[in-house]
């Protein structure tokens, strides 16, 4: 069975910092692309980060860019996303993808 298990979300205040985590099994961890996607309430989900399998190479969405790090372990079938400098802006369920699998999500509120 494949599933894709997030976790490390909670309420931080303004400029604090976090690290999700993502867990895969029942599938070739190491083969996937991995990625961070977000969705705030009342909008559309939004890529993140990302990180690809083959070369490592990372990309960022302009608004976390210099605050979001996404890296992997694949010895551990593992995924992270560590966040700097978090805004209330950032506040939104955060999932873990590497198409075509999903992540149940993981919410992050950011509020003093």
């Known amino acids: 069975q494949v599933r894709l298990v997030e976790s490390g979300g909670g309420l931080v205040q303004p400029g604090g910092s976090l690290t999700l985590s993502c867990v895969g099994s029942g599938f070739t961890f190491e083969l996937y692309d991995a990625k961070w996607y977000r969705q705030a309430p009342g909008k559309q989900r939004e890529l993140v980060a990302s990180?690809?399998?083959?070369?490592?190479?990372?990309t960022y969405a302009d608004s976390v860019k210099g605050r979001f790090t996404i890296s992997r372990d694949n010895a551990k079938q593992t995924m992270y996303l560590q966040m700097n400098n978090l805004g209330p802006m950032d506040t939104a369920r955060y999932f873990c993808?590497?198409?075509?699998?999903w992540g149940q999500g993981t919410k992050v509120t950011v509020s003093s």
């Open positions: 993808n590497m198409s075509p699998y």
């Open positions: 990180k690809s399998w083959t070369d490592g190479n990372t």
